[in-house]
């Protein structure tokens, strides 16, 4: 059966740094606060030069060099993003420009911080219904465009940033120990659309709008439609916890993060947190993880990882795969 393998990875973040010492001049908090209730240090901010398109072809041509691959190889682009350059066309198709790409085809999910499973199972569909052979699937943001900088409850939580994987089709054998995705859940629930959501949009206000966020709300549903979504991927493929290398969640909140992993009998020694470095970069998060665990030897081929996230919808979801 074909299966969708890691082929390479990247990850691209914004030249600025801005720690929680540079937050406490902008709105009324602490160090203290955000890193107690958070696990957040600093977070990436794009300057004015720097896009989602921009940091996503740079995440792009990483991964791409990564794979020992050129864009000529590839013949899909899948970007996971809610802060696309433009309403339209897709920044997809912005980062395909930005490769001098004039072949194969390419488009945007937006599932806010569930995006980058979304495209990874999305990019798993295509590859395993024979429509692609290699695909860039990235994970591309610039929340500091749609943050109020007044709102303190909000604007702490979140950074710029891109992270990328090349999806590519193998031959498997349909068994657990293949390399590629083995398994995806993906759910959303439109009823709590209202507990995170931008208050603005090009049919309603005409207007960007600001990201609206009920906190407390929003953690109280996250842990139990993470540990559904994940059990969901272990009983698919006969795992457990204990056959799993690594968890690599979304990065919204250390609390979060530690309170999934702890309900699935995850060691937090099997988690890998970078939300410390990054702060949320909603789809961005994901990749960003995977190429900093990967990047620095944690994540080796043949480890079995799960990827989760939860976001605003709620969407959520989880995927299987073998490094
Ligand atoms: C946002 C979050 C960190 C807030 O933590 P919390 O413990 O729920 O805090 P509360 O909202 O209850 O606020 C507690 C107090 O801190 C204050 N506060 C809020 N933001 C603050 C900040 N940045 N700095 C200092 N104080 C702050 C509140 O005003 C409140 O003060 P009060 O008690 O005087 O009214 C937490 O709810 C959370 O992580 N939610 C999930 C959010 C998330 O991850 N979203 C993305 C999902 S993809």
Redesign the pocket.
Known sequence: MIRSVVRGFGAALPKRVMTNRDIEDV????DE??VQ??GIRQRYVAGDDETTSSLGAAAARAALENAGLTPADIDLIICATSTPDNTFPATAVSIQNRLGMTHGFAFDVQA??TGFVYAVTTADAYIRGGLAKRVLVIGAETFSRILDWND??TC??FGDGAGALVLEASEGEGTTADRGVLTAHLRSDGSHKDK?YVDGGPSTTGTVGKLR?E??E??KY?VGMITDVVVAAFEATGTTADDLDWLVP?Q??R??IEGSAKKLNIPVEKVVITVDLHG?TSAASIPLALATAAGDGRIKKGDLVMLEA???GFTWGAVLLRW
């Open positions: 709105v009324d908090t602490s606060w955000i209730r958070t806010v911080c303190r409850t702490v939580l995170l966020m906190g407390r929003v953690f996250a979304h919204a909140n609390r979060i949320n939860m976001g605003g």
